[in-house]
């Protein structure tokens, strides 16, 4: 990494990283939403996992969308959301 463009690229691909980090924290947080309200942890069933969604359970769901979910919220809310924040490329 010798040149402008190759320490101008790094840091791009440093603000774009962390920009999706962001999206998808925001995207997950809103399916969490509909998720409790629809109340989706005891109506979907393993069965209903089919296709490309074949061998996941609604378990695993629930671990991302309820538990994996929070521990970023709260990982972000003792300031981390800060860091990623001011990287973020705006769009």
Do not use: C, F, P
């Not at 924290?25 to 969604?53: I, M, R």
């Amino acid at each position: 990494m010798n040149t402008t463009q190759q320490k101008e690229n790094y840091v791009r691909e440093i603000r774009q990283a962390a920009t999706k980090l962001i999206e998808g924290q925001e995207e997950l947080n809103a399916l969490y939403t509909h998720w409790t309200a629809e109340d989706l942890g005891n109506v979907l069933v393993d069965g209903d996992l089919t296709g490309d969604n074949a061998g996941l359970t609604v378990t695993n769901l629930a671990d991302v969308i309820g538990t994996t979910r929070a521990a970023i919220d709260t990982l972000w809310a003792a300031g981390h959301s800060t860091n990623l924040y001011r990287l973020q490329i705006e769009v």
